[in-house]
């Protein structure tokens, strides 16, 4: 069956509460690139590139694994959304996206951790990194996927909550 736009358009009822979801997701995008910057260079004296490398070197560091975190954060926020979001999000089940946004990241946190310090040896931590045992995976990018998420997500929500494409959403 062949639809245009025309034809999708007169099937859905676009409403302003239609993008709410749209507008949600940039804005959680952008409040997590900008928290994602802050933290990568809060926590670079935590690696041995604090103590080896340039004021260049610690830049492009934390410029290149913000723009790793964006990547991740989008993933792992569409991941989440395409496993438990519906047409009523951000308005309902918002919780619990966000709680599968969390685990994802963490998980490929511990993965990537262990991926770039034990196996590949890309970059390393000094002996002030708290590490978690068990998986000795550094604390700060653990707590990183945990709090840069849920900040963005209340900040997006919250902002989201003041605009019109949520009128009758107010709660969730």
């Known amino acids: ?86 047409s009523a999000w951000p308005a309902q089940n918002s919780g619990a996206v966000l709680a599968v946004a969390i685990v994802l990241a963490v998980a490929y946190t511990i993965f990537s951790e262990w991926l770039n310090i034990v196996v590949r040896e890309a970059w390393a931590y000094r002996d002030i990194m708290p590490v978690v045992p068990i998986i000795n995976t550094g604390l700060s990018p653990i707590l990183q996927w945990i709090v840069v998420p849920s900040a963005a997500y209340a900040l997006a929500t919250r902002a989201g909550r003041r605009s019109p494409e949520f009128v009758g959403h107010e709660h969730g």
């Open 1 to 86: 069956m062949d639809l245009n736009n025309r034809t999708i358009k007169a099937r859905i009822k676009v409403t302003p509460n239609t993008t709410a979801w749209l507008v949600t997701l940039r804005r959680y995008i952008f409040y997590a690139a900008a928290l994602h910057l802050l933290w990568e260079f809060a926590h670079l004296p935590l690696y041995t590139i604090w103590q080896t490398g340039t004021t260049r070197e610690l830049a492009f560091a934390a410029i290149h694994c913000t723009a790793g975190d964006i990547l991740i954060a989008m993933s792992t926020m569409l991941i989440s959304l395409f496993l438990i979001g519906d």
